[in-house]
Nanobody
Framework: VQLQAFGGGSVQAGESVKLSCAASGRTGSGYTFAWFRQTPGKEREYVAG????????YYAESVKGRFTISKDNSKSTVFLQMNSLKPEDTAVYYCAASSTVIFSARYSQAAYTYWGQGTQVTVSS
């Protein structure tokens, strides 16, 4: 499985960005997808994700109500719609996937097998 993330860029606070993560290879309904982000000197943190094919999006408290994760199964693509962006959302965003994530571990980066290359999102005040 290979993941390719794209869609980052530089925006002003309050604007929106939509990230995409295209998956190639076998990523059926048993796969869990997630978006993480990382800033220099900090641990990679969970932003949003799915769990297998349960249709529910899970979010970090800091992005609830502003970010939305969605999947297009026909195109094996996962999206992260980010609205009302804040300067503290500035980070490199990574998509991740795994077929072996257990529910209780879905927020941990260690649970994910496959990673995209990261895409920079910069939000200016």
């Amino acid at each position: 499985v290979q993941l390719q993330a794209f869609g980052g860029g530089s925006v002003q606070a309050g604007e929106s960005v939509k990230l995409s993560c295209a998956a190639s290879g076998r990523t059926g309904s048993g796969y869990t997808f997630a978006w993480f982000r990382q800033t220099p000197g900090k641990e990679r943190e969970y932003v949003a994700g799915t769990f297998r094919n349960n249709g529910i999006g899970y979010y970090a408290e800091s992005v609830k109500g502003r970010f939305t994760i969605s999947k297009d199964n026909s195109k094996s693509t996962v999206f992260l719609q980010m609205n009302s962006l804040k300067p503290e959302d500035t980070a490199v965003y990574y998509c991740a996937a795994s077929s072996t994530v257990i529910f209780s571990a879905r927020y941990s980066q260690a649970a994910y097998t496959y990673w995209g290359q990261g895409t920079q999102v910069t939000v200016s005040s």
